[in-house]
């Protein structure tokens, strides 16, 4: 496996149901991103993880919960989700936290439907 | 609000031609713009990027132009190709905390017809 990946590509569960989404990074970066992409709206940063730790929670409800138990691994579980949290989820990592020389690189993401 | 605005959802273009995408942001702390492309089914790509202290940046086909007066930056390929179909986001950066953030547009979908 190159770059990143994301496992499940598309996930359907009820509201009640507790899953989780899995990315993987193969680039040797120290950094992750988990991104949420809703109909006809911008990618919106969640989280950042920056060796391991998080250092950016973007205001996300705690029915989204990260975890990152290495630099080339990051999950996101998530619990009690509301249908409006049917979105693309997109995983991303880079060497480091600078915009300017650390180029996010992108999963192909998860298509996660609420039901 | 939306601090990055891509207002043509669409634009449709014939090979060879060349594409103009646009984007506009309000936030005047932002110092770097990028632009990423998507194809279906596949995560955004990095294409091209530019400091808020240029007004211009060139690789190939592939130019970004900023006017920091109107708060605009605009992407141009020449000729454009069939290949080049695709999303393309405009994102921009400014540093927040102790992550250097990127907003996103809500990007434009190319068609270049052949």
């Known amino acids: 496996e190159t770059g990143v990946t994301q496992t499940p590509r598309h996930l359907v569960m009820g509201m009640t149901n507790k899953k989780s989404l899995k990315c993987e990074q193969h680039l040797g970066h120290n950094a992750m991103y988990w991104y949420k992409q809703s109909a006809k709206k911008p990618l919106e940063l969640m989280f950042v993880?920056?060796?391991?730790?998080?250092?950016e929670n973007n205001s996300v409800p705690s029915r989204f919960s990260p975890e990152c138990p290495n630099s080339s691994h990051l999950f996101l579980h998530l619990h009690t989700l509301q249908p409006e949290d049917s979105a693309l989820y997109l995983c991303?990592?880079?060497?480091?936290?600078?915009?300017?020389?650390?180029?996010?690189?992108f999963g192909p993401g998860t298509r996660l439907t609420v039901l | 609000d939306q601090q990055v605005k891509q207002n043509s959802p669409s634009l449709s273009v014939q090979e060879g031609r060349i594409s103009i995408l646009n984007c506009d942001y309000t936030n005047s702390m932002f110092d770097y713009f990028l632009w990423y492309k998507k194809y279906p089914a596949e995560g955004p790509t990095f294409l091209i990027s530019?400091?808020?202290?240029?007004d211009k940046n060139e690789d190939g086909r592939f130019t970004v132009f900023l006017n920091k007066s109107a708060k605009h930056l605009s992407l141009h390929i020449v000729p454009s190709q069939p290949g080049d179909s695709a999303v393309y986001f405009c994102a921009a950066s400014y540093y927040g905390g102790a992550t250097n953030k990127l907003i996103f547009g809500t990007g434009t979908l190319l068609a270049v017809q052949p």
């Open positions: 530019i400091s808020s202290i240029k």
């Open positions: 991303a990592s880079s060497q480091g936290l600078a915009a300017t020389t650390d180029t996010q690189y």
């Open positions: 993880y920056n060796f391991k730790e998080q250092t």
